[in-house]
């Protein structure tokens, strides 16, 4: 995708494309992911998708082969860039300072990809059909992994005993909350997230409440308002 494929490696994109394929399968990739947020899979066609990504269905055709294969290179990329800040969670930093900055990235993900947000929550809500495997294996071993990073930390005493895994539930609930839900939000405050001020003040809410459940105070270099 245009935007969200800076920000890491997309394991499902194929090797030795040539810079303008690249491009194109980009354009795909982006016009998709807009189609699938506001119609859903069923609802959602290759020809509108073809025509926002401003080629032919033909040419759309060279690069993906049916609609469930866009659908599925879509959800993969969407997780692979989803989860990249969970792995930047480093088990030599200080918790107070790691989850805050983890917080962050997540909020301000949520301002920049909310459509991939709605998208990935539609598809776990219709069971996960084409993700379940993925969610079942490398996103498992991955909230086990920095699962384990804050057991360590509780039990080096550096914060309050919390069940990890809930933690990590919470923290993307209430930051893709802002996303998945961004027309109530709107309807009950009149901003959201595209306002930088809203931003910040969404930040320092949500960090401030899930450190202080965890027994920890704003870590110095990003503390609120900061």
């Not at 989860?83 to 300072?97: D, I, M, N, Q, V």
Request: charged residues 20%; proline residues 5%.
């Amino acid at each position: 995708m245009t935007e969200l494929g800076g920000q890491t490696q997309d394991p499902s994109k194929p090797v030795g494309l040539s810079r303008i394929q690249e491009k194109n399968r980009s354009l795909i990739l982006d016009a998709a992911l807009g189609e699938f947020s506001r119609k859903g899979f069923s609802g959602a066609t290759v020809e509108r998708i073809a025509a926002e990504a401003g080629m032919s269905k033909s040419n759309l055709l060279y690069y993906f082969s049916s609609k469930e294969a866009i659908y599925n290179a879509t959800l993969a990329h969407i997780l692979e860039v989803w989860l990249a800040p969970l792995k930047t969670l480093r088990p030599e930093g200080e918790p107070a300072e790691e989850l805050a900055g983890y917080i962050r990235q997540k909020i301000e993900m949520s301002a920049s990809f909310p459509e991939a947000s709605r998208l990935f929550a539609n598809e776990v809500m219709q069971g996960a059909p084409q993700i379940l495997p993925i969610l079942e294996t490398d996103l498992k071993r991955l909230v086990a992994e920095k699962s384990q990073v804050i057991e360590n930390w509780i039990a080096a005493g550096k914060m309050r005993w919390v069940n990890p895994v809930h933690l990590i539930f919470t923290i993307w609930a209430t930051t893709q909350h802002y996303a998945d839900f961004s027309v109530q939000i709107r309807a009950l405050t009149g901003r959201d997230l595209s306002d930088p001020d809203f931003l910040e003040e969404t930040a320092s809410a949500v960090t401030s409440l899930i450190l202080n459940g965890a027994g920890l105070d704003w870590p110095a270099k990003t503390g609120p308002g900061e």
